[in-house]
C-alpha cells in the first residue's frame, strides 16, 4: 500500500513537473519594439520659442518630445498676464523651422487659439481643434495623431467630441502619479509635471519587470528660463535618456502600438495580428520576436 501511494505521489509530481514545463515553454510576454518593457514620452505645450533648446536638449539624449502647438499664434508674439506683475512678451515659434525643428520629434495639437473646451458647443470643439490639425499637418507634411487639452480644460464629454476627429489620444493635466498604461487615451493622465519627474526617477531607471510601463512627463518648455527648473531638466535627461531598456516615444508612436497590441486576436491556441494592424513584438523563452500583421502565431 505505501509503496503504490508512493508511486502515485512521484506519478502525480512528474505530471505537475512536465505541465509546468509545457506551460513555460507557450509563455509569451508582449513588449515594445526592440524587447523593452519600458517607454518613456516627454510632452511640452504652447510651442514657444523655447521649444527649440529643448528638442536640442532631447536630440542629444535620445528622447523623443510631443510637441503640442497653437498654429493660430506661430509667427506672433504674445503679452501674457497684462497688467499684472508677471506680466512677459512671449515670442512663438515660426511656422518655417518646425520641420527642422522638430525632425526628431512629434508635432501635436493643443487647439488653434488655446481654448479652453469646457463650456464650448461640440461645433467650437472641432473647429479649434480640427483647424489645428489642418494647420500643422500642412506645416509639418506628417499626419497628426496627439493633443494636449489646453488648461487641461475637458471632461467625459470633451472626450468623446475629441474621439470623433482623426486624433487618437488626448493629454490632462492631472498626475496619475505611476507607470501604468492609460484606460482611456482621450483623458490620458500622465505620470507628472516635470517638476516632480525627479521625484520618480530612481523608481522608473531600476525597474525591472517583464511587463510594459511607462513614463509620461508633461510641462512647458519656458519654466526652464527658471535657472533651477533648468538644472533639473538637464539632470533628468541625463539619467534617463540613451539608455538600452527604454523605448524613447512620441504619444502618437505609443498610442497606435498600444492599439495594436489591444487588434489581436488570442484564442488558446493562436494569436492573429489582423491585416491592417502594426507590427507587434514579443518575448518567448527568452527569445524577441515580432508578429506583422497577417500571421498567426500557433501556441
Known amino acids: 500500500m505505501n509503496k503504490n501511494l508512493s508511486l502515485l505521489i512521484l506519478t502525480l509530481i512528474l505530471s505537475l513537473l512536465v505541465m509546468g514545463c509545457s506551460e513555460k515553454n507557450t509563455f509569451i510576454d508582449w513588449t515594445y519594439p526592440n524587447g523593452k518593457y519600458k517607454a ?30 497653437n498654429s493660430g499664434f506661430l509667427d506672433t508674439k504674445a503679452i501674457w498676464n497684462e497688467g499684472k506683475t508677471n506680466e512677459v512678451l512671449q515670442t512663438y515659434l515660426s511656422t518655417d523651422t518646425l520641420q527642422h525643428v ?10 488653434t487659439y488655446h481654448k479652453a473646451l469646457v463650456g464650448l458647443s461640440d461645433e467650437e470643439i472641432l473647429e479649434e481643434i480640427n483647424v489645428d490639425i489642418e494647420n500643422l499637418t500642412a506645416l509639418s507634411n506628417n499626419k497628426i495623431s496627439s493633443m494636449s487639452y489646453a488648461f487641461g480644460s475637458t471632461n467625459e464629454n470633451v472626450a468623446d467630441v475629441i474621439s470623433t476627429t482623426q486624433l487618437t489620444n ?55 528660463r527658471d535657472t533651477l527648473r533648468n538644472e533639473n531638466i538637464l539632470k533628468f535627461c541625463n539619467e534617463i535618456g540613451n539608455r538600452d531598456d527604454i ?13 495594436s497590441l489591444k487588434a489581436l486576436e488570442i484564442t488558446d491556441k493562436e494569436i492573429t495580428n489582423p491585416k491592417g494592424n502594426g507590427v507587434v513584438y514579443f518575448n518567448e523563452k527568452g527569445q524577441l520576436k515580432s508578429l506583422d500583421p497577417g500571421k498567426r502565431l500557433i501556441r
Open 102 to 111: 522638430f525632425k526628431n520629434h512629434e508635432i501635436a495639437v493643443h487647439g
Open 40 to 69: 518613456l514620452i516627454m510632452s511640452y505645450d504652447d510651442g514657444l520659442v523655447d521649444d527649440i533648446a529643448l528638442a536640442q536638449l532631447f536630440d542629444r539624449y535620445g528622447i523623443v518630445g510631443t510637441f503640442h502647438l
Open 170 to 224: 488626448a493629454r490632462t493635466v492631472k498626475a496619475s502619479y505611476n507607470f501604468e498604461l492609460p484606460q482611456n487615451y482621450y483623458l490620458w493622465n500622465p505620470t507628472c509635471h516635470d517638476n516632480e519627474a525627479l521625484d520618480y526617477l530612481e523608481e522608473y531607471i531600476s525597474l525591472n519587470s517583464p511587463t510594459l510601463s511607462l513614463f509620461y512627463v508633461w510641462g512647458h518648455s519656458w519654466e526652464f
Open 247 to 259: 523605448w524613447y516615444t512620441g504619444a502618437g508612436a505609443f498610442a497606435d502600438y498600444h492599439a
